[in-house]
């Protein structure tokens, strides 16, 4: 059986439990028909100089799966050099790791840090691997000209290189990676996780108003999620409909500025009473929050695919969301949601509008994203891995690393 070494920062932990879930899930699925060991390093500074996680388990087992979480440096300054860090903090359990294993090929998912430290790896110990990018890795990172050439080099020299989206493959291309290289596989979606719950139970279950209309939005709140559009249009909204509720489910960062932004915003619009902020949710109370809502609203100013419309859908809840990312992939206009072709508030307030007079199919909405399951993500992904061993197998030794 094929031996892949999955490496990424991005995967869940007892302390992140929410990080990079979908990861967790495609590994899970990945490994029904490979063998598979997951290297997830954690950032970490000593004590007193960062609040991030140090009390993560180095090693845990979670459904068969070995996670494995190293520690490396990961100082707020000096991010051209933490792709460093990553390899150096990697490097060690890796050679143990790869001495007992015998890995095939390495599966790193993240353009930056991850991605440039995987590809010294795998020119240490001669390995072929695959790179999974995810947005900002290949929209945010490259606008910085030393980590830029790291991101290019590991891109191009990656036997394969996953897109979630057209929007990310060309990205990828802009960055200088061939065509032929590129495939496309997008995120799944947890179909016995994310499923149709009676809305009367879902609300009463989370103590929420049975005939307010109710607005969710769900994610990171940093300002590329663009919260504040949904919040400039409560206004008018509300003039419509005086019980309405936008209910934003996610984590704050550190620092909390955009969220201090937007509680401001809420008080100068007066729509104090309308808006109410909870903390991330594990995935089964997350699907309890979509069920609960009448219209899920993805307002982000960019998105690698949109998971999380994916998993509204799949609630059987219809979307309004920005052009972003994998969104027109998923989102049939006036079948399951609308595409709002601008970022605007006005635009906003039409299409919520729009949605919330109408009477919406919620098993046709299920249906519309039913072929974006794990298993199927899953089987295409070892597949991918099976091409890649085989093809680094059939090359000349002299031509591997030309």
């Not at 990945?30 to 960062?50: D, H, N």
């Not at 508030?345 to 299409?351: E, F, K, N, Q």
Request: charged share 20%; hydrophobic share 45%; glycine share 6%.
């Amino acid at each position: 059986m094929l031996k892949v070494a999955t490496i990424t920062h991005l995967f869940p932990n007892p302390i992140q439990p929410v990080l990079g879930v979908f990861v967790l899930h495609r590994v899970k699925a990945m490994a029904r028909y490979l063998s598979v060991e997951v290297i997830a390093p954690v950032g970490w500074l000593p004590k007193g100089i960062s609040k991030r996680p140090k009390v993560v388990p180095k090693l845990r087992i979670e459904d068969g799966l070995q996670i494995y979480h190293p520690r490396y440096i990961s100082p707020p300054v000096l991010k051209p050099l933490e792709s460093l860090f990553f390899f150096a903090g990697t490097l060690s359990l890796f050679f143990l790791r790869h001495q007992k294993v015998g890995f095939n090929v390495l599966d790193t998912h993240f353009g930056y840090p991850d991605a440039p430290a995987v590809w010294i790896l795998s020119r240490l110990f001669r390995l072929p691997y695959v790179v999974t990018v995810r947005g900002e890795d290949v929209y945010g990172h490259p606008r910085f000209p030393l980590r830029r050439v790291q991101i290019e080099r590991a891109l191009k020299d990656a036997s394969r290189v996953v897109c979630l989206s057209d929007v990310t493959q060309n990205a990828c291309i802009d960055l200088g990676v061939s065509a032929h290289k590129i495939v496309q596989i997008p995120n799944g979606v947890d179909g016995d996780v994310f499923k149709i719950i009676d809305r009367v139970f879902a609300r009463q279950t989370l103590g929420l108003p049975l005939k307010a209309p109710i607005l969710l939005s769900a994610g990171w709140i940093i300002p590329r999620k663009g919260y504040h559009y949904v919040i400039q249009a409560l206004p008018q909204l509300c003039k419509k409909f005086p019980n309405i509720r936008y209910i934003i489910v996610g984590s704050d960062t550190a620092t909390g500025e955009y969220k201090r932004y937007l509680t401001a915003l809420v008080r100068k619009l007066g729509v104090e009473q309308f808006v109410v902020f909870v903390d991330a949710q594990p995935q089964e109370r997350l699907a309890l929050w979509m069920s609960a809502a009448d219209v899920f609203c993805l307002s982000s100013e960019k998105e690698g695919w949109g998971n999380v419309v994916a998993e509204a859908l799949c609630c059987g809840t219809p979307v309004i969301a920005h052009d972003v990312g994998g969104v027109y992939q998923m989102i049939a206009d006036g079948v399951n949601g609308v595409i709002l072709p601008q970022k605007s508030p006005d635009l906003w307030v039409d299409a919520i509008i729009k949605v919330l007079s109408k009477e919406w199919d919620r098993s046709g909405i299920r249906a519309s994203v039913a072929h974006l399951r794990w298993e199927n993500v899953g089987k295409q992904v070892a597949d991918l891995m099976e091409t890649i061993w085989r093809e680094f197998t059939q090359r000349k030794p002299s031509s591997q690393w030309s």
